[in-house]
């Protein structure tokens, strides 16, 4: 069974600065997609970035990055020059290419960023 | 291109109850996927329906049930209502095929109360 795991429950980080928020999975399959995805107060998951595991370069999105390391299941999301508007639950999220079915989510990071 | 919308955004019912949550897809999106998402919790894949037939189902009793309508849009079904049901309930539509599932967007949840 495919498992999404976040270890950092909670975040802060001052205004324009960075921060890197991580992910590790477990899978056994080898096609298969990653995503960030960000929750505000609004309630309504908005997709930030996607990376395809069999592509090896790193996805970008203008402030947004990850450091995608398939060996290690690993999957960071880096944000550049955070800005207030960034504060959010941030959840690590996998998908099963093959089924296109369910995405399984992390427990997700609350990221607060303070002015 | 209209977005996902879910009714009622609020809702609260009796241990016992039954619910009917609703959800209309985004234009051009054939799939339905619905998700749980407990408080403090990533969302948990509960079913998807695409061309109006379920198309994977998560770890969730025979009381979740649901349908898809020849317009896409779709409804929640909940019988016998447990004080643990309550959560917030996403909805996400995508069209499918060719890993257009990863294009799914999210609607604002309802959010369920059970007392």
């Known amino acids: 069974a495919q498992t999404v795991t976040q270890s950092q429950p909670e975040m802060s980080v001052q205004e324009a600065e960075t921060v890197t928020l991580s992910c590790t999975y477990d899978?056994?399959?080898?096609?298969?997609?990653l995503f960030w995805y960000k929750q505000p107060p609004s309630r309504q998951m908005i997709l930030v970035i996607r990376?395809?595991?069999?592509?090896?370069q790193n996805a970008t999105e203008n402030r947004f990055s990850v450091n995608f390391q398939k060996a290690a299941k690993s999957f960071s999301l880096k944000i550049s020059d955070s800005q207030l508007g960034d504060t959010a639950m941030y959840f690590c999220?996998?998908?099963?290419?093959?089924?296109?079915?369910?995405?399984?989510f992390g427990k997700g990071t609350r990221l607060h960023i303070l002015p | 291109e209209t977005g996902v919308t879910q009714s009622p955004t609020h809702l609260i019912k009796t241990r016992g109850q039954q619910v009917t949550l609703r959800c209309s897809s985004q234009?051009?999106?054939?799939?339905v996927s619905w998700y749980q998402q407990a408080l403090g919790q990533g969302p948990q894949f509960i079913f998807q329906?695409?061309?109006?037939?379920?198309?994977g189902r998560g770890n969730f009793p025979p009381r979740f049930s649901g349908l898809q309508f020849p317009n896409y849009s779709s409804e929640l079904n909940v019988n016998a209502l447990e004080l643990d049901d309550s959560a917030l309930y996403l909805c996400?539509?995508?069209?499918?095929?060719?890993?257009?599932?990863?294009?799914?967007?999210f609607g604002q949840g309802t959010r369920l109360t059970v007392v």
């Open positions: 996400a539509s995508s069209p499918k095929g060719q890993g257009a599932a990863t294009e799914a967007f």
């Open positions: 899978t056994s399959e080898n096609n298969y997609y």
């Open positions: 990376q395809e595991a069999y592509k090896q």
């Open positions: 999220a996998f998908m099963w290419l093959k089924t296109e079915d369910k995405i399984i």
């Open positions: 234009s051009g999106h054939n799939t």
């Open positions: 329906y695409y061309r109006e037939e379920e198309n």
